[in-house]
C-alpha cells in the first residue's frame, strides 16, 4: 500500500499501548495522524463527502474498540486502512451509488485543491491531469470505481483485491481491465485522455 508504512512505528506502538489501556488523548492522537489518508480512502470508495465522513467515523470507532484484536505485524495505519476500506465496501452493499457533484467544494476546502489527487502506476492513463482522471473515476460504476482505486491508489495486489472485494483472482483481473477500458473510455468523451 502506498504512503502507510507496513511496519509499525515507534509511536504509534506508544499510542497503541496508551489506547489499549483507555487513553482518549491517544486515540485523538491517531485520529488526527490519520484522518486525511482514511478519508482520502473512504471518500474514493464511497464517493460521497458526508457518507465517507460517516464511513471515517464508524472505522475509527470499530478500530478503537478492538484495538486489542491489533497484533503488530503489519503498521498500524495498514490495519486502520483496512477497517476503512471494509466499512467503505460495506456502506456501498447497504447504501448503493451517489453522485456527490456538491461536495467538490468542501472537499477541496478540507484538503486543499490537489491533496487528494495522487500520482498513478504506469499502466494508468498518463498524460492525464490527476483530478481529471479522479473526477472520471467518479462517474464509473461502483465496483469499478473501487477496483482501480484499491489496485492503483492503495497498492493492493490482485491477492489482497480478491479477498476484499470477496472475488476471485480472475474476476479480479477482468474487472480491472474493463474499469481501465471503461475509465478510458470516459477520459476520450471528455477529450482529456490522448492515448
Known sequence: MKGIPRRMNKKDKILVERIKKGDKQAMAEIYDTYYKPMFNTAYRIVNDFHFAEDVLHEAFIKA?????QYKGTASFGAWLKR???NESLQWIKKYGHWHPEENDARLNKLHGKEEIYEENEPDFPQNEKPREILMAMRRLKDNYRTILSLYYIEGYDYDEITQIMGISYQNART?????????KNLLK???AYEG
Open 83 to 85: 477497517i476503512i476500506i
Open 189 to 191: 468523451e471528455n477529450n
Open 64 to 68: 478503537f474498540t478492538h484495538i486489542h
Open 175 to 183: 474487472m480491472l481491465s474493463r474499469a481501465k477500458t471503461a475509465l
